[in-house]
Every structure is written in structure tokens, then in C-alpha cells.
């Protein structure tokens, strides 16, 4: 019986960089013969019968990876959600069977050290809910990668790339994220002036393509 | 001083709802308003991660609901009060809803502080944010992930202040309501 992996993508975005990085994870997997799925969040807290699909999937898994971007400074609300009913889950099955959880987390911020928290709280779920944690990559700069491909990004975030080939090995192993993972997911491509620079001007060209740029910081709920 | 309180527990939770009522206690006797908001009551859509908030309606939400209405009660606030069962170190989905709700009040432009990337401010209002956690049992891990975690946000909303509490049901009343009492008091005397 083949091996089954569940990545749980927590961005609202279904074709954004969480979505991304998991799917080269899982298709790498599956080319070692593993089953893979990957469910979005906050389509199962929203709809029952996804909800349902979730739930089976995630206690079915012998591996399940969760993949999303940084949301003030922690999960997103609604991955959140799926993890407050998940525990709940958890705490009532009879005998945990072996499982391992995995994080990957990513921020439009090029410190990798801004999804430190975001990894602990996975951990933590993983702790409440007795999964076994295989350990969480923390990336910065996923405007680099900015939903695409792999494949074409790999180009740009090699390190990140790396991080994944080497994360893939580890879980077809059955270990634990090796730290020369969680080292290439944390290397920082550019200056930190450099990509807040090249982000601003991206934000400021978007904006007046959209014809909001002379309203970009309109202030809506001043204080009167 | 006006504060708001963001009340982040799903059903009536004696712990959290005692808190509540000390940290108003607490802001009164400071002179302070206090704004209650009770997010299980409230009808407040997560966020979509579309940015329409910031290139579409820079400064506002695109979901008309309740959203919009927190997000304005935190501009309005002096001090920012979430209140939240800890969850694996962090807020509970409530609280996060509403926080994500709070994106737009932010600028979308980046700049560097002590070279560390963070949003600019959309706003150039003082605050202090506190964050009161509670435990059913102790556990020193997740309050200890929950006070990064605290800090993290201080430092990405440009907060004069970020503390934060963690209460446990072991904790005797007075106690708790001393604790929430001095952590009132820090929030003033961080704004004067």
C-alpha cells in the first residue's frame, strides 16, 4: 500500500505561492510512489462536504504538510480554524497512529526569521493534536516566487528549490527535516534594502496600472 | 486614552469573560473609553489575500460587513486589547479574523527599520497593543511563542508597546484582576 502525504495550503489564494511550494513537494512525492492530495483550508472550513474530505485525508495521512503564507505574523485566520477543529479531531481518536507534520511558511518579507512564530505554531498543533513534527522551512521573499511554477522559479530561488529536494528525501525517509534544509530555505538571495526597493517598486507600478496610486495611502477612518 | 477590546472566545468562556470585565474595569479607572467587541457576535468575512484593500479601495476592506468596523475601532484606539484562549502559542481564529481584517490600515509600501523589512504606517497614531492569553493549564511553551508572537505584531504595527498576559484558571480572581490592572496601567504610561 502506497504511502499517503495531505498538504494543507493555508493561503485564501488557490494559485498563490503556498499552493506553489506544495505542489513541488507532492509532485516530487508522488514520483516516488506516494499518494498525494492537497486540500485548501479555507475551502474546507467553508463547505461540509470539503470539510469532510479533510478530515478523512488528514487522519488517513502518514504525512501532512502544511504549506501557507505568513498572515500577520502567524497563520491565516481560517488555516487557523481548520487547526482549532483538527485538534479537537485528534483529541477524541482512540490511539494516534505515526504521523509526521511538516511546515513550510513563507512571507512577502525577505527575513525568513519573520515566520518563526507561524513555525512554532505549526509545531505546536502538531504537539496538541500528537504528530510526530519533522520540522518547518521558513522562507523570505515569496514575491520572488509569487505563485509560479517551481520548475520556472526554481531559477530564481535556487536555495528554496534545494530546501524542498532535500525535504522531499527526508520525508520519503521517514526523518526529520534535515538542517541543511532548514539553512537553504533561510538563505537570504538579496539585500534587504534591495528587495524592499525592487517590492516597492512593483506595489507603486501595480498601482497605477490600477489607477489608485494618487489614493495608495488614502486614510479612510482618520480620526475626526 | 480611548481602547478597544477584541473578545476572541467562540462561546461564553468564564475565564475570558472575567478578564474582559477587569481589563474595562481596569481602563475606566483610568480614565480610559473602552470599546468592547464581541467577535462571535460580529458577521466579519476573512481575509481573501486579493490586496483589493491596498489597489483597489487603498484603505478599505472590499467585504462590506463588520470587518469594517473593526478595522476602524483599531485605528480609533489608543491601546488595542486582543483577548484569546492561546492557540498553539497563537490567537484563536477569531482574533485573526478580525486582525487580518485589519490589514488595510496599513500601508502596502515597505521600509526598513534597524534593517528589518516591515509595512510602512498608513496612520501616524500612537498605540499600545496587549494581547491577554488564557490557559486552561500552564504551559510555558505556547505563552512563550504567544509573547513572540505579541512582539512581532508591536513591531510590524509600529506599536509604542506590545505586551503581553497569559492567565491561567489556577490563578486566583484578584490576582488576575492585579495583573490585568498593572498591564492597564504599562499601556498608559507607555502613551504618555
Redesign the interface.
Known amino acids: 500500500m502506497s504511502r499517503q502525504i495531505l498538504a494543507v495550503v493555508g493561503?485564501?489564494?488557490p494559485h498563490?505561492t503556498s499552493a506553489s511550494l506544495a505542489r513541488y513537494l507532492t509532485d516530487a512525492l508522488a514520483a516516488r510512489g506516494w499518494e498525494t492530495h492537497t486540500l485548501q483550508a479555507?475551502r474546507a472550513v467553508r463547505d461540509e462536504a470539503c470539510w469532510a474530505e479533510l478530515e478523512q485525508r488528514f487522519l488517513a495521512a502518514d504525512v501532512i504538510v502544511i504549506s501557507t503564507?505568513l498572515?500577520?505574523?502567524?497563520?491565516?485566520?481560517?488555516l487557523?480554524?481548520a487547526?482549532?477543529r483538527l485538534?479537537a479531531v485528534c483529541a477524541s481518536r482512540p490511539a494516534a497512529p505515526a504521523q509526521r507534520l511538516l511546515a513550510i511558511v513563507q512571507c512577502g518579507?525577505?527575513?525568513s526569521h519573520?515566520n518563526?512564530?507561524a513555525v512554532?505554531?505549526?509545531r505546536?498543533?502538531a504537539r496538541?493534536a500528537g504528530i510526530d513534527w519533522a520540522g518547518g522551512l521558513a522562507f523570505g521573499g515569496g514575491g520572488m516566487v509569487d505563485g509560479a511554477d517551481m520548475a520556472a522559479a526554481g531559477a530564481r530561488c535556487p536555495h528554496l528549490r534545494h530546501a524542498l529536494d532535500l525535504a522531499v528525501a527526508a520525508v520519503d525517509a521517514g526523518t526529520d527535516l534535515p538542517p541543511e534544509a532548514l539553512a537553504a530555505a533561510r538563505r537570504r538571495p538579496l539585500p534587504?534594502?534591495l528587495?524592499?526597493f525592487m517590492?516597492?517598486l512593483s506595489?507603486?507600478r501595480?498601482?497605477r496600472k490600477?489607477g489608485?496610486l494618487r489614493?495608495?495611502?488614502?486614510?479612510?477612518?482618520?480620526?475626526r | 486614552m480611548n481602547s478597544v477590546i477584541l473578545h476572541g472566545g467562540r462561546e461564553p468562556h468564564a475565564g475570558l469573560d472575567a478578564a474582559c470585565d477587569h481589563l474595562a474595569d481596569a481602563f475606566t479607572g483610568l480614565g480610559a473609553t473602552v470599546r468592547t467587541l464581541r467577535l462571535a457576535e460580529m458577521r466579519i468575512r476573512p481575509c481573501a489575500g486579493c490586496f483589493g484593500c491596498w489597489l483597489r479601495t487603498p484603505g478599505e476592506c472590499v467585504h462590506d460587513d463588520d470587518g469594517r468596523e473593526v478595522a476602524r475601532a483599531l485605528v480609533e484606539a489608543d491601546v488595542r486589547v486582543f483577548l484569546t484562549p492561546v492557540t498553539f502559542g497563537g490567537y484563536s481564529s477569531l482574533i485573526k479574523t478580525a486582525e487580518e481584517r485589519g490589514i488595510p490600515t496599513i500601508s502596502p509600501l515597505f521600509r526598513t527599520i534597524a534593517g528589518e523589512m516591515h509595512h510602512r504606517r498608513r496612520y501616524d497614531y500612537p498605540s499600545v497593543l496587549l494581547a491577554v492569553g488564557w490557559q486552561e493549564a500552564a504551559d510555558a511553551e505556547s505563552a512563550a511563542v504567544f509573547a513572540s508572537l505579541v512582539r512581532r505584531n508591536g513591531l510590524n504595527l509600529h506599536a509604542l508597546a506590545a505586551e503581553s498576559l497569559v492567565l491561567t484558571a489556577a490563578l486566583p480572581a484578584a490576582e488576575q484582576r492585579e495583573r490585568i490592572a498593572a498591564l492597564a496601567a504599562r499601556a498608559k504610561g507607555a502613551l504618555s
Request: aromatic share 12%; hydrophobic share 45%; charged share 25%.
Open positions: 493561503s485564501p489564494r498563490g479555507c503564507a498572515y500577520a505574523d502567524s497563520l491565516p485566520a481560517e487557523t480554524l487547526l482549532e485538534a518579507f525577505i527575513e519573520q518563526d512564530v512554532d505554531i505549526c505546536l498543533f496538541q534587504v534594502w528587495y524592499a517590492a516597492n506595489m507603486l501595480e498601482a490600477r489608485v489614493r495608495l495611502n488614502a486614510q479612510p477612518y482618520r480620526r
